[in-house]
């Protein structure tokens, strides 16, 4: 069956970094769009970014344009959150998701598979 899973999360002062990996496994399709979400206390699920399998096409919520990097590798099978100059804002459980298709969207309810999620802190 379809796997993702996240690691990375941890605490970081602001206007530091962390890299967020999605190791993602069982999934055939070569069409696929894996995306980044976060729901910080209190919240709404909130999406990140995505990226779509078919030409790497990429998405960012206004939030963290400038700021995070999504990327991936094809190998490992491997999606990545480069998340740079993080803000107290930042801190929420990120997860990554994945939707089958080429169409990339960040309307969490069109994904089908969910990691677990990891933490993300930004504090002093």
């Known amino acids: 069956q379809v796997q993702l899973v996240e690691s990375g999360g941890g605490l970081v002062q602001p206007g530091g970094s962390l890299r967020l990996s999605c190791a993602a496994s069982?999934?055939?399709?070569?069409?696929?769009?894996i995306g980044w979400f976060r729901q910080a206390p209190g919240k709404e699920r909130e999406g990140v970014s995505c990226i779509s399998s078919s030409d790497d096409s990429t998405y960012y919520a206004d939030s963290v344009k400038g700021r995070f990097t999504i990327s991936r590798d094809n190998a490992k099978n491997t999606v990545y959150l480069q998340m740079n100059s993080l803000k107290s804002e930042d801190t929420a459980v990120y997860f990554c998701?994945?939707?089958?298709?080429?169409?990339?969207?960040?309307?969490?309810?069109?994904?089908?598979?969910w990691g677990q999620g990891t933490q993300v802190t930004v504090s002093l």
């Open positions: 998701a994945l939707r089958p298709g080429p169409i990339e969207t960040m309307e969490a309810g069109l994904y089908d598979y």
């Open positions: 069982g999934f055939s399709s070569d069409y696929f769009v």
